[in-house]
């Protein structure tokens, strides 16, 4: 069983920045690809970013390309989604996703083996 957890989350006006943590549990964490999604009311859930077990893959959505950046920390067992130039676009709960094993994860929701609560992040104009 991983349990992941997310916080970070808040209210920031539009262009401010947020740092969004996700701390896994489990003892293989560096084996984890590892995902930011989002989901805002009324819509299904998006992809926003994903980083391999190493670190050396990277995808953004093309939303938020330059604008935000994920990173991991293995050691910490936790990744992080750093999100500059906030619109109110963005303003959804955001869910970070562990794919148990390195050729999981990727950017469908479906290859991914566990969630977090989530955590809202609410981009006022």
């Known amino acids: 069983q991983v349990q992941l957890v997310e916080s970070g989350g808040g209210l920031v006006q539009a262009g401010g920045s947020l740092r969004l943590s996700c701390a896994a549990s489990?003892?293989?964490?560096?084996?984890?690809?590892m995902g930011w999604f989002r989901q805002a009311p009324g819509k299904e859930r998006e992809f926003v970013a994903t980083?391999?077990?190493?670190?050396?893959?990277?995808y953004y959505a093309d939303s938020v390309k330059g604008r935000f950046t994920i990173s991991r920390d293995n050691a910490k067992k936790t990744v992080y989604l750093q999100m500059n130039s906030l619109r109110p676009e963005d303003t959804a709960v955001y869910y970070c996703?562990?794919?148990?094993?390195?050729?999981?994860?990727?950017?469908?929701?479906?290859?991914?083996?566990?969630w977090g609560q989530g955590t809202q992040v609410t981009v006022s104009s």
């Open positions: 996703g562990a794919g148990l094993t390195p050729w999981r994860g990727g950017t469908a929701a479906s290859r991914y083996d566990y």
């Open positions: 489990g003892r293989t964490f560096s084996n984890y690809a």
């Open positions: 980083i391999s077990w190493s670190g050396g893959n990277i």
